[in-house]
């Protein structure tokens, strides 16, 4: 690949995730080219200040000696600090740009991956979705910043060399062959780098999946003995992306030095020419010398800055396949009609197939759901009890049949305005490191201290938070690491409780508790019967003991289904046998 074309698919690849930040870029560029002049013109002050015989017309007015040295020093100073503030400007532009690429890449793929189809994100990786969001939005951002620096460092070097030339043209040979020596480094070198650069992509989406795997189940590791195992797993993916990344970064300053070699070598061969010619260093040629001395630092920049961005190439193909897997599995954009529920629920021959698994999870489903009452969904794992509550708070789309609130589809509502008006309390609730009193409010605009109380009275956890070393102000850890699971699941029910819904969802809502836990989830539901519908899930019989109707799946089809005296009067009946199971469970126990 010839320097040009190199040159060209990094403009192109830094060009498509800039965006609309290319005028900040081109403002770094225009500061630096500023810089650089003023710098050039400072040393170009040392012309008049080493010569005896040099003069300028100003005006008519011929100055020279004394009157133009302290010209010449004036010059130099002001020129000199123009050039530093005009630098400190560019560098602060830069790392504006920085921050706010970095952070604009991250929302466009957060975004991106949120408003997924809940189906399609469960086919990726924990790690990849981190490495998304975090690692490479950071490492676009760091390339697309040395990139920036490479042209800025570029056109300096031009600046400095046109500089040079014009005073000096005889030297004009000696650079062009430096600048052929500075290509033909950069191509060696950016070649290897690039193929290491590929595989460290690889790399820290192992790693990120790695870190997410144990740290996520830390407490089974722990409890099974198996921490050294886990140390053993992250320490090699550590390992291997430590390499990864040593590979990727080693050519910079080999490069680097390299060249340093080669620009020494060339003013030694520069200097010994002009005395074997001259005889001595005229000031005109001392001036150039000192150009040339700041032209090389800025030419190895710009090769080790257009590496280090062309490292970083990879980030941006990894980024954007993710956005574009994410992009094409969005979720339509529902801004339909505002929803009202003061009917019913309605699912009419609902069914549901996975994309790419063509087994149906769900047939021909129909039930009718009125407000302030309970339909309770039983069945064994898989019989599709948990894809129903997701059709009807619209995280799924039903593949066959439909669902309706108040006679109008689900799909033809704003889909976001139903959801907020829903309660979800699932078999493990997320709970989040902060406040008993953030957790009950979490993603609610208002703070209402009184109604989180009273929220609590309701799902029965105001006896346990009381007790907490500060209350409802307690910070509960990590997860709820600080609670048990049962006070873990109350406070759930208080956050649901607290949205003030139209329809409660229970996944298994006690079906990981205690005896203790679950009668204490028992009377909280009980309190709040005929408030609003419920939909509940659950293999537990005491749960759904008290629901008005009850439908038993299997296999994804509906069974039986009827009220709990209804559906026990049949001695064959599936749910008969559950809760003969159950009991013969716990004299078991």
Sequence with gaps: MSLRQSATDLWRAYSGVVGDRRRRAVGFVALTTISTLTEGVAILMLVPLLSDDAQVDVLGHQIQGDDLRAAAVVVFVVVGIAAALTRYAAEKSALRFLADLEAGLRRDVTARLLRMEWSAFLSLR????????????????????????????????????????????????????????????????????????????????????????????LKFFQSTGNVSSSEARTGTAYDEYASSWFASQRYAPLMR???????????????????????????????????????????????????????????????????????????????????????????????????????AVLRDLSFTLAPGRTIALVGESGAGKTTVLDLVTGLLTPTAGSISVDGVALGDLDVEQWQARIGLVLQQSPLFHASVLDNVRWTEPDLDEMRARHCLELAQASTFVDRLPEGIHTVIGEAGGKLSGGERQRIALARALYRDPWLLVLDEPTSALDAESEGAMLRALASIRGTCAVLVAAHRVRTIRDADEIIVLADGAVRERGSWSELLAAPDGLLTRVVEAERASAVGT
Excluded: K
Excluded at 173 to 185: E, K, M, R, T
Excluded at 261 to 276: E, K, P, R, Y
């Design 126 to 217: 924990l790690g990849d979705v981190n490495s998304a969001t975090l690692l490479a939005a950071n490492q676009i951002a760091i390339g697309a910043l040395f990139f920036m620096r490479a042209c800025g460092a570029v056109i300096a070097a031009c600046v400095l060399a046109a500089l040079s030339i014009a005073i000096a043209p005889a030297l004009s040979g000696f650079a062009l062959a430096f600048g052929v020596l500075g290509a033909v480094v950069y191509r060696i070198g950016s070649r290897r780098a690039l193929r290491h650069a590929e595989q460290l992509t690889v790399r820290a989406d192992d790693l990120g999946t790695a870190v997410n795997d144990v740290f996520a189940n």
């Design 257 to 359: 030095s390299w060249f340093e070699v080669g620009a020494i070598a060339f003013l030694g061969v520069t200097l010994g020419v002009v005395l074997a010619v001259e005889g001595h260093l005229t000031p005109t040629i001392v001036a150039a010398l000192a150009l040339f001395a700041r032209l090389v630092p800025r030419i190895t920049t710009a090769q080790e800055f257009l590496q280090i961005a062309r490292v970083h190439v990879p980030w941006i193909d990894t980024w954007n396949e993710r956005a574009a897997v994410a992009h094409a599995a969005e979720r339509p954009t529902r801004h339909g009609r505002p929803p009202t529920f003061t009917q019913c629920i309605e699912a009419c021959d609902v069914g549901f197939t996975f994309p790419g698994t063509g087994r």
